[in-house]
């Protein structure tokens, strides 16, 4: 009785070992890096008609001290484009994916330091 218990407990030590074993790996995150060039694509398509020419109180492209490059690095803050101080009737960017968001504003980040390398 005691040796058939002994095989009973090393068999489901050992069922409840391939069951451990037996559980698939949790995918990896994958990091890349920002794709600037997929950034200005999207920026060209959404954004540029206000951000070009700095229309409707829109931070113009060309004028590197109207844009707060901290703002710029808040998470989701394309997400939230319309409530930012000073945004009038600016659209929001919701359908964008969370790398599309970083691949736009590590462009414009680009864009503001290419024309005034403080910022």
């Not at 931070?59 to 803050?77: M, N, R």
């Not at 000073?86 to 964008?96: D, I, T, V, Y």
């Not at 968001?101 to 005034?116: A, M, S, W």
């Amino acid at each position: 009785m005691v040796e058939t218990l002994g095989k009973i407990a090393a068999l489901s030590w050992a069922s409840l070992f391939l069951v451990a074993c037996s559980t698939p790996a949790p995918e990896p995150v994958v990091v890349r890096q920002p794709d600037p060039v997929h950034g200005k694509s999207i920026f060209k398509a959404q954004c540029a008609s206000c951000h070009e020419q700095g229309r409707k109180n829109a931070p113009s492209i060309k004028d590197a001290e109207e844009w707060d490059l901290q703002t710029l690095k808040a998470p989701g803050v394309l997400a939230r484009h319309g409530t930012l101080k000073g945004s009038l009737g600016a659209p929001r960017f919701s359908a964008l994916s969370k790398s599309d968001e970083v691949d736009v504003l590590t462009y414009i980040e680009g864009q503001v330091n290419e024309v005034d390398p403080r910022y």
